[in-house]
Structures are given as structure tokens and as C-alpha cells.
Nanobody
Framework: QVQVVESGGGLVQPGGSLSLSCAVS????????MGWYRQGPGNQREWVAT???????NYANSVKGRFTIFRANAKDTFYLQMNRVQPEDTAVYYC????????????WGQGTQVTVSS
């Protein structure tokens, strides 16, 4: 059974930085692509960034130039480096993996809360 641990969230001041991690274990599927998503108060879950198995990255316009998605040497650990955070970045952040066919690999986890406030 797949286990996913999202961590690294917390309280950060506007303009600050935070690094989120997503550790995956027990997956019988190869993770071909991985995405970070977020759900702010009163909002639906929205896509933030994607990393493909070729290393291609894509970002939502709202975070482009500020956030970086990457994969550690341990292949099933993924990160979201958040720089110059803004109050609008306040949300619960989730990670999700995808098969080569684009299928979601695991059920959504608990996420990690990021709060941007002075």
C-alpha cells in the first residue's frame, strides 16, 4: 500500500521561504510525473506545479518564478521550494504521482499546511 508523507509546512512571513517535501513508499507503480497541488480556505484544490520523468517542469502562473519543484536523489522523494511567499499562498499543500498513462497513483493524503502571515 502506498504511503505518502507531506511535510515542511508551517507559518512563514510574507517574502519568506519554505521547503515542502513529499516522501513516497510502497508504490508498485513507477512515478512518471509528480505534481503539487494546494487548497486554500474556501477554495477548490488547484494545481501548482508538475515535474515529469524527463525533468520538464511546469508551474501555475501564480507561482512561476517563485516556486521550484524537484526530485531528490532518493527517487521517491519530491520537493517544492517556495520562495518570496505571499499571503495568497496560504493553503494545504498536497502531492500526487502519476503513471505513464496519466493515472493518479495514490489517494490524496493529509497535506501540509502553509500559512503566510506577518
Amino acid at each position: 500500500q502506498v504511503q505518502v508523507v507531506e511535510s515542511g509546512g508551517g507559518l512563514v512571513q510574507p517574502g519568506g521561504s519554505l521547503s515542502l517535501s513529499c516522501a513516497v513508499s510502497g508504490s508498485s507503480f513507477t512515478i512518471y510525473a509528480m505534481g503539487w497541488y494546494r487548497q486554500g480556505p474556501g477554495n477548490q484544490r488547484e494545481w501548482v506545479a508538475t515535474l515529469s520523468n524527463t525533468g520538464t517542469t511546469n508551474y501555475a502562473n501564480s507561482v512561476k518564478g517563485r516556486f521550484t519543484i524537484f526530485r531528490a536523489n532518493a527517487k521517491d522523494t519530491f520537493y517544492l521550494q517556495m520562495n518570496r511567499v505571499q499571503p495568497e499562498d496560504t493553503a494545504v499543500y498536497y502531492c500526487q504521482g502519476y503513471t505513464q498513462g496519466g493515472n493518479q497513483i495514490w489517494n490524496w493524503g493529509q497535506g501540509t499546511q502553509v500559512t503566510v502571515s506577518s
